[in-house]
């Protein structure tokens, strides 16, 4: 194992436990398991490609290891333990989960990012930390390491887990994510929760059939046996490119990072787009075949630019995809998780998961969730109408300069040229007008609305996720003046790092994974690249190099900011002929606070142990 010394692993303590059927759980209990800890938030996509990545772990090591899940939330609605109840039912988390709100088990463990993976062995001793995702061939290693290891001391035990499954509810939808209106007046939803999508007469209530078996999977064919995995987006295609390609809606098949066709006509399911591998590799904007191509949790689909925008919330980056030519790329993004406006593509997104296009078509605007902002593409550039950055939120209407949102995931343009955005953890519908540039709220006391949409009749509906419903605006909201509400500026508040002012250095400390090294085939195996909020705080060190080490130098006249560090590594198997490559990536937002008692290193684990003990 990688590490000189051994650490004894905090003891867990929290509001609740969830999936234990209240058994309040500690490390006595679990002792002889080999116990995984998964630091996350629900707001966060990188979070949630790691519940998946976890979940074959969970089934191949059942009888020896527990994974943890200790939520430890950004936003203050993940603070709701209602809503932290809520998402450990809609993601299917199968394992125990540790409510964490005030963030004391994440500093008890020192974790910087979100995810962040602790390794803790049947002793109840740390043996590895990593942050990000992407880690499930590497920790099976060290897994079969372990076992082997304790099985040889008599320090393992093996039999059942803690979990207890919560009592199953029957909803005619399940945290429904997405809409889109028929012809007919009719709604096409996906009902994220049931992986599969629901035909709804006009009344938003009558089921007319589901499109889908609603198990978890990748299956095309008709509507009984095509399977989903948490779909989301849904875009009814122009009619001449329908009739082309042959079939009419194009599914953002999130989980499964796959785009899909449906023949409305048969309710027959096709994969148009995606490889079905997650993306982890190197930025490029060439065209690709859209089979072959990786994609990442795309999350919604807009019509734009004569061809299909995804919002690829899990690199957060904008992609194309044209189904006549059956090709896809990058469109704007740099995959750095961030607020950075202008020409496309060197902008920064973070989390991008509502899309709309402008009545005139000459205007895409996003739904840019991580930054809780409203973003607007024209003319090849990218406006930040709303929004402040990562940390920055809350619900305050006004002059779009100074007004706030929380998390939202939708975005709807109307036919004047104002916008409609499902400010999901504020749980309201906010209207954006461009011709006074303000924000005001049409209604608000919704459960996490997570898109909103007009029909031809001018009716609004709103997918009222955690409701488990679409819900109907009343006929007057639109044409009213909207509330104003001037509530709580709020920001991400993680307890800073003290720095001292002047010179300091950044470490990424990163251990392969047994059986790996690091893989120097294409160029150097790591890149470490260093900006700051505001950017002043850094004299020197921002931009970007080799190495995972570096020098920086803090402004003393900056009292406080984030840093934000991206950090990778490429690695290979060892000794294999057919040695197969990983790419190991994570951003941090470190906050931090001038201090002459302060560090003088900032350390930041990307897999392994700090061997500084910091």
Not at 153 to 181: C, E, M, Q, S, W
Request: charged share 20%; net charge negative; proline share 7%.
């Amino acid at each position: 194992m990688p590490t000189s010394s051994r650490v004894r692993a905090p003891e867990l303590n929290g509001r609740q436990w969830l999936n234990t059927d209240g058994r309040q759980l500690t490390l006595r209990d679990l002792r002889g398991r080999i116990v995984l800890l998964d630091f996350w938030t629900f707001c966060c996509v990188n979070c949630l490609h790691v519940l998946d990545e976890l979940r074959p772990l969970e089934e191949k090591y059942a009888d020896v290891l527990v994974v943890i899940g200790v939520h430890s939330p950004k936003f203050a609605h993940e603070r709701d333990p209602a809503a932290v109840a809520a998402a450990v039912e809609r993601y299917g988390v199968t394992h125990p989960v540790l409510d964490d709100p005030e963030l004391d088990m994440w500093q008890q463990y020192a974790a910087r990012a979100w995810p962040t993976l602790v390794l803790v062995d049947p002793e109840s001793y740390v043996v590895a930390t990593m942050a990000g995702e992407g880690h499930a061939e590497g920790l099976a290693r060290e897994i079969d390491q372990l076992i082997e290891s304790h099985q040889a001391k008599g320090t393992l035990h093996r039999g059942d887990g803690p979990y207890v499954p919560p009592v199953p509810v029957d909803t005619t939808l399940r945290f429904p994510g997405k809409a889109v209106a028929l012809d007919d007046g009719a709604l096409l939803v996906s009902d994220s929760a049931r992986h599969s999508l629901v035909e709804m007469a006009p009344d938003g209530e009558t089921v007319r059939r589901r499109i889908g078996s609603g198990e978890r999977g990748r299956t095309d064919g008709g509507p009984e046996a095509a399977r989903f995995n948490e779909p989301q987006g849904l875009l009814r295609l122009p009619a001449q490119v329908a009739a082309a390609v042959g079939y009419d809606v194009l599914v953002a098949d999130t989980v499964n990072h796959l785009l899909r066709g449906v023949r409305m006509a048969t309710g027959e399911v096709v994969t148009v787009a995606g490889s079905g591998r997650q993306w982890r590799s190197t930025v490029d904007y060439d065209a690709h075949d859209a089979l072959s191509v990786d994609l990442s949790s795309p999350w919604d689909l807009a019509w734009y630019d004569d061809r299909v925008i995804v919002a690829m919330a899990g690199i957060h980056q904008l992609w194309w995809f044209d189904p006549i030519k059956r090709a896809a790329g990058m469109y704007a993004g740099t995959t750095v998780e961030s607020l950075r406006d202008g020409p496309i593509p060197d902008v920064w997104l973070a989390q991008p998961s509502g899309l709309a296009t402008g009545v005139d078509g000459d205007q895409l605007w996003i739904a840019d969730s991580e930054t809780s902002a409203l973003r607007r593409l024209a003319d090849g550039e990218l406006h930040t109408v709303v929004g402040q950055g990562l940390f920055d939120f809350g619900q305050v209407d006004g002059a779009a300069g100074e007004a706030l949102l929380q998390h939202p995931l939708g975005v709807c343009a109307l036919a004047d040229g104002s916008v409609l955005v499902a400010d999901t953890y504020n749980g309201a519908i906010r209207r954006y007008d461009p011709a006074s540039d303000r924000v005001t709220t049409v209604t608000d006391g919704l459960a996490e609305p997570s898109d909103v949409l007009v029909t031809a009749d001018g009716t609004v509906w709103v997918v009222e996720s955690a409701a488990h419903r679409l819900t109907r605006i009343a006929p007057g909201a639109l044409s009213a003046a909207g509330a104003t509400v001037d509530g709580v500026r709020q920001r991400a508040e993680r307890p800073p790092m003290l720095v001292a002012p002047g010179e300091v250095s950044l470490d990424v400390v990163f251990t392969p994974a047994p059986g790996q090294k690091l893989d120097t085939s294409f160029g150097p195996a790591t890149r470490l690249e260093v900006s700051a909020d505001p950017p002043a705080l850094l004299r020197s060190g921002a931009g970007s190099d080799t190495g995972l080490s570096r020098r920086l130098v803090l402004d003393p006249s900056v009292p406080a900011g984030v840093l934000q560090v991206v950090a990778q590594a490429a690695t290979c198997d060892a000794d294999n002929e057919h040695a197969a490559c990983h790419l190991t990536r994570q951003d941090w937002g470190v906050p931090v606070r001038i201090d002459p008692t302060g560090v003088t290193r900032v350390p930041l684990i990307l897999r392994g142990i700090d061997p500084a003990g910091s």
